[in-house]
T-cell receptor, first 114, second 113 residues
Framework: DGGITQSPKYLFRKEGQNVTLSCEQN?????MYWYRQDPGQGLRLIYY???????QKGDIAEGYSVSREKKESFPLTVTSAQKNPTAFYLC?????????????FGPGTRLTVL | GESVGLHLPTLSVQEGDNSIINCAYS??????FIWYKQESGKGPQFIID?????DKRQGQRVTVLLNKTVKHLSLQIAATQPGDSAVYFC????????????FGTGTRLQVFP
């Protein structure tokens, strides 16, 4: 089955620790995205990547970092600089830049800072 | 059920009734629109999309209407079922001009038996 996987589903972190969220897709999509979702709110874009080895900041990139070494993978690191990291994190992919096609979403990772 | 910012509006309907979920989009240059459904604790799922050269598109039990004059998008769900209970988001995009979808804050649909 083609799709997007995110792991882990639930993640707990102590304050001051960096954590990395995994996102993998086997859809052969060029573009990948990371969003943050807080309770009762919409999706806010953290980072996105249109091609391998290139990525762009979204609207709330501070305290986060990403890499895109492979087309299939777009991991997100939540650093200790992110002051309020507890949230639901969603990864998405899209076939190609500028195309009128939808973004496909993974199942999400719920991060809780203890 | 129109999006009103930070507070998530809720639409409550009885099973079997039709539902209409509204969305006011922000950019008059947007030319592609998507509706997503998000169940609790899961990622959003694509429902239906529409391009700006259309004003109506129908899917299975769902219809999307686009009014570019007032920048308004609606999702109609026929014969609403308990499995339709979820949060519904609209998203807009300017093809060939930006790389990003812009999401609305969502509307929660609750279906009662």
């Amino acid at each position: 089955d083609g799709g997007i996987t995110q792991s882990p589903k639930y993640l707990f972190r102590k304050e001051g620790q960096n954590v990395t969220l995994s996102c993998e897709q086997n859809l052969n999509h060029d573009a990948m995205y990371w969003y943050r979702q807080d309770p009762g709110q919409g999706l806010r874009l953290i980072y996105y990547s249109q091609i391998v080895n290139d990525f762009q900041k979204g609207d709330i990139a501070e305290g986060y970092s990403v890499s895109r070494e492979k087309k299939e993978s777009f991991p997100l690191t939540v650093t200790s600089a992110q002051k309020n990291p507890t949230a639901f994190y969603l990864c998405a992919s899209q076939r190609r830049r500028g195309a009128d096609n939808e973004q496909f979403f993974g199942p999400g990772t719920r991060l809780t800072v203890l | 059920g129109e999006s009103v910012g930070l507070h998530l509006p809720t639409l409550s309907v009885q099973e079997g009734d039709n539902s209409i979920i509204n969305c006011a989009y922000s950019n008059s240059a947007s030319d592609y629109f998507i509706w997503y459904k998000q169940e609790s604790g899961k990622g959003p799922q694509f429902i239906i999309d529409i391009r700006s050269n259309m004003d109506k598109r129908q899917g299975q039990r769902v219809t999307v209407l686009l009014n570019k004059t007032v920048k308004h998008l609606s999702l109609q769900i026929a014969a609403t079922q308990p499995g339709d209970s979820a949060v519904y988001f609209c998203a807009e995009n300017m093809r060939y001009n930006t790389d990003k979808l812009i999401f609305g804050t969502g509307t929660r649909l609750q279906v009662f038996p």
